[in-house]
């Protein structure tokens, strides 16, 4: 049966409230605002065509981050085909960074940039686990790897980017991204 | 001398508060005998909160129309055939037709962007902006009803009149041009002997140029719509759907005599 895509108040109740996390993963990994939101809007098609799937899942968020994810993944190839440049130092920083007040004297919009230029598997672990708060279990599901596989992408993330912070490299130059930029389904 | 050795996942696992506390405590003791570990520790936490401060924001920002599934579902509910098949073959039909077409490709989350189905939208959105207005629903008064048509005519590029609704028991307050997205739309507003408000609203179509009456209801308004000859028209108002037919009926005849 070809269900509607109409989604009626228990369906809005359920995904109105990972609207908003599904746009900052989106922000984090697109960068570019409109084309992030244009994802998110992908995601909510196919995730009301296909409504009935998500309760199967372990979880509704970690059924809609995994059609976030592999969308993204497929937007930031084609990106990658087209020859458009991955914006890494765009206007971007400004608007993700809110004033650096905190004490650890991390600077924001470095750390954005910083995490930008991690390998795509790393970096999707430390979005989907330290902003997101997936469980290990939920990133493993959305990425489809080993949870071992998480933990140890999840450590190498945290030591390289603590590494790229303490040598203050390298929000340039501009990582290929390449070899890491992997579909992961 | 701890009992179970601490892995490195353990302390990932740390970092992320999810250890059980009998574990979380064990790491801690571990963490206070290793000083380089606790350092490591510290920095990986400091990443996470910049990070998560860093794109806190994005979630405070306002939802776009487009991610707004309130909206989606009011639009789902008035068109029950949503399925992207049916969106498809809706919007390849309106490329074949041109003009408008490519909005209905624009997103597939939006309401019928075309037609008499947006011109009905249209039409209940000014009836409830203007309508009941306490201060000028209208541009210009029923006294000015020459300048009114002269002006509305001008900017839709159609000719258009109020027509005298005085049979249905409605008195004519005056008009104004509304915007849409598919250029300048009217509106005639008219007032019934216990102050209710009907409107008219009208404007040029490319797309539904000529359709049959339908009976509609948009956020609670109803109201009729139909279009002659690439001219659309919608009325609205408070009155039962029954007078409101009668109403549009009037509307209608008055417009193909002219």
Known sequence: MMRSMQPDAETIAALEPLIPPMRRYARALLREPEDADDLVQDVLERALARWQQHRRAASLRAWLFAILHNLAIDRLRQRKRRGRPEPIETVEDARLATPPEQASGIEQGDIMALVASLPEDQRVVLLLIGVEDLTYAEAAAVLDVPLGTVMSRLSRARERLRQMMETGEPAVPRPDLGPDLRIVR | ?258
């Not at chain 2, 490591?40 to 306002?62: F, M, T």
């Not at chain 2, 109803?222 to 279009?227: A, E």
Request: hydrophobic share 45%; glycine share 10%; proline share 7%.
């Open chain 2, 1 to 258: 001398m701890s009992e179970t050795p601490v892995t490195e996942a353990q302390i990932q696992a740390f970092v992320d508060d999810r250890l059980t506390p009998e574990r979380e405590a064990a790491v801690a003791a571990w963490l206070a005998q290793h000083e380089g570990e606790a350092d490591r520790v510290r920095a990986y936490r400091e990443q996470r909160d910049a990070l998560r401060a860093g794109l806190a924001p994005v979630l405070d920002e306002p939802l776009p129309a487009a991610l707004d599934l309130r909206l989606r579902g009011a639009a789902s509910a008035r068109s029950p055939a949503f399925a992207r098949p049916a969106v498809a073959a809706a919007a390849a039909v309106l490329l074949m037709l041109g003009g408008a077409g490519g909005w209905a490709l624009r997103g597939l989350d939006m309401p019928p962007t075309v037609g008499t189905a947006a011109l009905a939208r249209e039409a209940a959105a000014s009836y409830m902006v203007y309508a009941n207005d306490p201060a000028r629903p209208v541009e210009l008064a029923a006294d000015q009803g020459a300048a009114l048509d002269g002006w509305l005519s001008s900017r839709l590029a159609r000719p258009v009149q109020a027509p005298d609704l005085s049979k249905a028991g409605l008195q004519l307050i005056g008009g104004r041009l509304v915007p849409t997205e598919f250029g300048p739309a009217g509106l005639y507003l008219y007032r019934d002997e216990a102050g209710q408000r009907v409107a008219l609203y009208v404007r040029p179509m490319k797309v539904d140029g000529t359709h049959r009456m339908t009976r509609r209801e948009e956020s609670g308004v109803p109201g009729w719509t139909w279009s002659d000859d690439g001219l659309g028209f919608g009325v609205f108002g408070a009155a039962p759907a029954d007078d409101l037919h009668a109403t549009a009926d009037m509307v209608r005849a008055q417009y193909r005599a002219t």
